[in-house]
C-alpha cells in the first residue's frame, strides 16, 4: 500500500510541477511574485525528491510522507486541471476589476490557490527537510 | 519535540488539503446547477420581430433621398443603427434555440457577449433635437433611463461574475447565485427592451427626417 502511495504521488507531482512551470508563460501579473514563490518551492522539493529516489533509508518509504504527498498532489492536479478546461474561471483568482472584463487573459490558477499549493508544499518540504535528519 | 512539529506540519497540510477539497466539491455541485429556459418562447420571438423591423427601419433610413438632415448627421446616425444592430446580432441569446439548460458558465458567457449600450441612444436623441425641438421632452427621460439601465445591468453582470468566480480564501461567504430562470429572463427582456427602443429611435428618425410624410 505504502509502495503504491509513494509511486502515484511522486508521479502526480512530477505531473503538477510540470504543469506549474508552464503556466509561467501566460500568469497575471498580480499573481506574479505567488506564482514564482511557489513554482520555486516545488522546484526545491522536486530537486529533493530526485535526491531521495534512490536511497534505501529514503523518506520516500515514510507512511505519513506517502500519505500527504498522494493527497496534495491530487487536490494540486484537481485545481490545474479545473482550470485548464475552464478558461472562463481563473480558480481562486481574487475579484478584480481589471480582470473580470478579460477572462481570457487569466486562464492561469491566480492568487488564493497558489498560496494554498505553497503552503501546502512548504509542509511537505519541511516535513521532508526534518524527518530526512531524524533518520540520519 | 520533533515529532510533534512533524505531526502539527502534517495536520497543517491535512487541514489545508481538506479545505480545497471541501471548496472544490462545493464549486463542482454549485455550478453543475441548472434551469430551463425555451428560447422558442414569445419573448424570444418578439426579439426576434423587433430585429427584422429594425433591418427595415435602418433600409429606409439608408434610403432617405429629400431628408432635413445633413450629410454628415445622417451618416452619424447610419453608423449607429449599423452598430446597433451588429451589437444585437452577436447576442449569443439568439443562437439557442428550442429548450434548453443554462448553467452559470452561460450566464457569464451571455452576458460576455453583451455589448448593447443604450448610450448611443442619447448621442442620437440629441442630434435629431437639433431637428425638432420637442425630442428635447424625451432627452432627460432617455438620460436617467440609461443610467438606470446601465448600473442595473451592471449589477446583474456583476453578479454572475462574482458567483462563478472560485473564491478559495471566502467561499463560504461568497456570492451564490444560480441560474434561474428569471436570470435568463433579465437577460432576455434586456436584450428586448434595447432592441424595442432602437426601433423606436428608427421609427423617429424616419418622421422627423421625412420618409413617413412622403
Given at each position: 500500500m505504502n509502495k503504491t502511495f509513494k509511486y502515484i504521488g511522486n508521479i502526480l507531482f512530477v505531473i503538477n510541477a510540470i504543469t506549474l512551470f508552464s503556466f509561467f508563460t501566460h500568469i497575471l501579473d498580480f499573481s506574479f511574485i505567488k506564482i514564482t514563490t511557489c513554482s520555486i518551492i516545488v522546484l526545491v522539493l522536486l530537486i529533493l525528491e530526485i535526491i531521495e529516489f534512490k536511497k534505501k533509508d529514503s523518506i520516500l518509504n515514510d507512511r505519513k510522507y506517502n500519505i500527504i504527498m498522494l493527497l496534495v498532489n491530487m487536490i494540486v492536479l484537481v485545481i490545474f486541471l479545473r482550470d485548464r478546461f475552464d478558461p472562463l474561471m481563473p480558480l481562486?483568482?481574487?475579484?478584480?476589476i481589471a480582470s473580470e472584463y478579460s477572462p481570457s487573459s487569466s486562464g492561469a490558477f491566480a492568487d488564493y490557490n497558489a498560496i494554498f499549493i505553497s503552503i501546502m508544499y512548504v509542509g511537505i518540504l519541511i516535513y521532508n527537510i526534518l524527518k530526512k535528519d531524524r533518520i540520519k | 519535540m520533533k515529532k510533534i512539529l512533524l505531526n502539527i506540519i502534517f495536520g497543517i497540510v491535512l487541514c489545508v488539503f481538506g479545505y480545497l477539497l471541501i471548496a472544490n466539491i462545493l464549486h463542482i455541485m454549485y455550478l453543475s446547477k441548472y434551469d430551463y429556459f425555451d428560447f422558442d418562447s414569445k419573448p424570444m420571438a418578439d426579439i426576434k420581430a423587433n430585429i427584422k423591423e429594425l433591418e427595415s427601419n435602418i433600409e429606409k433610413i439608408s434610403e432617405l433621398n429629400n431628408t432635413v438632415f445633413t450629410e454628415e448627421d445622417l451618416k452619424t446616425i447610419e453608423d449607429n443603427f449599423n452598430n446597433s444592430l451588429t451589437n444585437i446580432k452577436e447576442n449569443?441569446?439568439?443562437?439557442y434555440k428550442g429548450k434548453q439548460k443554462i448553467y452559470l458558465k452561460d450566464l457569464f458567457s451571455l452576458d460576455q457577449t453583451n455589448n448593447l449600450s443604450i448610450s448611443e441612444n442619447v448621442s442620437m436623441l440629441k442630434l435629431l433635437s437639433n431637428y425638432d425641438s420637442t425630442i428635447n421632452n424625451y432627452l432627460k427621460v432617455y438620460t436617467y433611463d440609461f443610467i438606470n439601465s446601465a448600473y442595473n445591468s451592471e449589477a446583474n453582470i456583476q453578479e454572475v461574475i462574482r458567483s462563478y468566480r472560485?473564491?478559495?480564501?471566502?467561499y463560504f461567504n461568497a456570492i451564490m447565485g444560480e441560474a434561474t430562470n428569471t436570470r435568463i429572463l433579465s437577460r432576455v427582456y434586456n436584450l428586448s427592451y434595447y432592441v424595442v427602443k432602437e426601433n423606436y429611435l428608427a421609427e423617429l428618425v424616419l418622421e422627423t427626417g421625412g420618409a413617413s410624410n412622403e
Open positions: 481562486g483568482s481574487i475579484i478584480d | 449569443k441569446l439568439l443562437d472560485y473564491n478559495t480564501l471566502d
